[in-house]
């Protein structure tokens, strides 16, 4: 990626990763209130990070981020809304590098998504 404005000219190269493999949650699953989510997956090389999205219809539940070598995350079922379709998906980010005036902070954010995503239901 070559980005120039302004006479500056920034540059970044980064690798896409491998899509993960979800490997413990079957589509369509209705879970327990007081149970917890096992999201495993598979995945041949470690990225930069993963993250871990739940979402539901029309809106963002939670997502959390984790170290390229993770390849599991419980999550209480307590903290996730109930008799909702929930997606669950699991994504793979690698973020490159920059060259050039880049601001310090800057992140790619190259990321993979092996599927859509796992609905599953939390039993009100």
């Known amino acids: 990626l070559r980005v120039s404005a302004r006479g500056l000219v920034v540059e970044a190269t ?3 990763p491998e899509a993960p493999v979800v490997t413990s949650l079957t589509a369509g699953a209705v879970l327990a209130t007081g149970g917890s989510i096992t999201v495993s997956w598979t995945s041949a090389t470690d990225p930069d990070r993963f993250a871990v999205y739940v979402n539901k219809e ?3 539940v939670r997502h959390r981020e984790l170290p ?3 390849r599991k ?15 669950i998906s699991v994504v793979a980010y690698n973020d490159g590098s920059f060259s050039g005036p880049a601001h310090p902070d800057s992140r790619m954010g190259i990321m993979s998504v092996g599927h859509p ?3 599953i239901t939390i039993n009100p």
């Not at 995350?73 to 997606?87: C, F, M, N, S, T």
Request: hydrophobic residues 40%; glycine residues 26%.
């Open 58 to 60: 029309g809106g963002y």
């Open 117 to 119: 995503g796992l609905v």
């Open 68 to 70: 390229g070598t993770t």
């Open 73 to 87: 995350i419980e999550i209480a079922a307590g903290e996730l809304p109930k008799g909702v379709a929930l997606r």
């Open 14 to 16: 980064g690798n896409v």
